[in-house]
Every structure is written in C-alpha cells, then in structure tokens.
C-alpha cells in the first residue's frame, strides 16, 4: 500500500512538471501569452484532482473552511511587511526610484498611499483595482497551485515522510515547476552569465522558505484558504510594488527588476530568511498537534 502511495506521487510530481514545462513553452512558442508560467498555475489543481479521483480521496481532506481571522490577517500583511522590507533596502542602497508614471501614483484616488492601501481589499472586491475578470482569474490561478502543492502533494508527503520532510520536498518540486521563469522571463533570460547564476542560485532558498511560510499556514489554519490569501498578497503587492520579472512590467518602485524585485536578488533573501524564520520557530512543535488541524 505504501509503495502504490509512493508511485503515485512520484508520478504526479514528473506529470505536473513535464506537462507544467511543455505548456509553458509552447505559450511562450506561440505569442499566446505574456507570462505564460503564470497561464498555467491552474494546471496543477487539475492534475491533483486527476489523481484524487483515480485514488479515491476525498476533496474534503483539502481543508475548505474559512481560516481564523489571524491566519486571513497573516495572509495580508506579511507579504505587504516582506515587499516593504524589499523596497527599504532597495531605497538604503540606492537602487530604487519613485516612479511617477504608474497607475498607482495618479489612479484611482490622486493619493498614492491611498491607492496602495486599496490594493489590500482589492484581494477580495473586484473593480477597487481589479477587473472582475482579473480579479476571477487571480483568485482561481492561486488556488489551483496552493491545491496541488500544499492541499495535495504536501499532505500526502506529511502522511508517510512527516511534516519537515514533506516542507522541504515539496517546497523544491515547486521550485522546479518555475524553473521555467529562467527562460521565459524578458529580464532573467537575457542576464550574463554571473547574474543569471546568482539569481538560480538564489532561487531554491528563496522558494523553499516561501514554501515553509505558506505549509505552516496551511497545516496551522487547516484551510487551503489561508496560503491562497498569503500566496495571492504576496504575488499583488509585489506586482504592484516593485514590478514583475514574468513580463518585465516595472512597478510604483522603479529599479532593475532582477535585482530589486520582490523576485530578485533582494526579495528571494528576504524571503529565503522570512522561511528559515518560520521554518526555525513554527515547525519546532509537536507533530500530532500540527497534523491535528488538518484532521
């Protein structure tokens, strides 16, 4: 029995991944869209389902309920306090500069500190900042990756491996299926060699810690909810802070994206120590007690 659990998830983990890279290519081949990797996040939910419903298991075990307010409250303002941490060191070394033609400085309030404290609701309301459209779309994309990663591959792996080693290992499979970016991203794909080896060297730390952040509010909360919001704050506030590496479209911060961005060199180890924090301090707990919330 273990062993069939265990070819099932090597095979999920190879099928998300190759289908997950092929799709990404093939968008980038054909102009279909500007951040294809961004286009695909929805595939990985559809592959966990796929394999749940050949399994057998129930959808139930993913965790629907709403989380606690302090899970919602954590989801918001931690990426919105790691985004301010990149823009403040980015400031202290001189590498980022006001830019004064983003949306954000002029619309939709001529106040731009009130325009980003609107991106906060805009989370959850469509038209504060978001078509409704775009405002589906993020929601649905963010689910399907949290679903599979952690709702899916990451409770399975917790079952058999215990909850360290399920972070680490799904935390770097997720960090492969964006292996992507390297190629497909405007800005990291025409770095020189030096840089480009920074950034992937950079990159697994950075996506590992992000993965022990989003895990422990998932297995705390015990709703797949919880990493949605955390997840989704964080790929907004970065957005429209400091610009997004997927596109190279610059944000209210100007600077160079491989470097400033809350995906590049700064951001990955801002996010790298934010996840040796939680990693450090919050997995430091009696199993049962942790598996226990997602019961």
Do not use: C, E, R, W
């Given at each position: 029995m273990k062993k069939e659990s265990n070819r099932?998830?090597?095979w999920f983990i190879f099928s998300v991944l190759l289908f997950s890279w092929m799709l990404s290519l093939g968008l980038a081949i054909l102009d279909l869209s500007r951040s294809p990797l961004t286009a695909v996040m929805i595939f990985p939910m559809i592959a966990?389902?796929?394999f749940m419903v050949i399994s057998k298991e129930k959808f139930s075990a993913i965790g629907w309920k709403w989380p606690q307010l302090r899970y919602m409250l954590l989801g918001l303002f931690l990426p919105l306090l790691q985004m301010a941490a990149v823009v403040a060191i980015g400031y202290a070394l001189?590498?980022?500069?006001?830019?004064?033609?983003?949306?954000?400085?002029?619309n939709p309030t001529p106040y731009t500190w009130m325009n980003v404290i609107l991106c906060i609701p805009a989370i959850f309301i469509p038209f504060v900042l978001l078509s409704l459209p775009r405002f589906f779309v993020g929601w649905v994309s963010h689910l399907g990756e949290e679903f599979a990663w952690r709702g899916y591959l990451l409770r399975r792996l917790m079952e058999r491996d215990?909850?360290?080693?399920?972070?680490?290992?799904?935390g770097i499979v997720w960090w492969a299926w964006h292996l992507p970016m390297f190629w497909l991203s405007p800005v990291i794909s025409r770095l020189p060699v030096e840089r480009l080896a920074l950034t992937g060297l950079l990159s697994l730390p950075s996506l590992v810690g992000t993965a022990c952040v989003f895990s422990w509010v998932y297995v705390k909360s015990g709703s797949i909810w919880a990493p949605t919001i955390m997840h989704l704050s964080w790929n907004l506030f970065r957005g429209v802070l400091t610009g997004r590496l997927s596109d190279g479209e610059l944000g209210l911060f100007a600077g160079d994206l491989w470097l400033v961005n809350g995906e590049g060199v700064i951001g990955m180890i801002v996010t790298a120590l934010t996840g040796i924090i939680f990693f450090y301090f919050c997995f430091n707990q009696p199993e049962k007690k942790l598996k226990g919330n997602l019961s």
């Open positions: 099932k998830t090597i966990a389902v796929v001189d590498l980022l500069s006001f830019n004064n033609q983003h949306y954000l400085s002029q215990g909850i360290v080693k399920a972070v680490l290992v799904s």
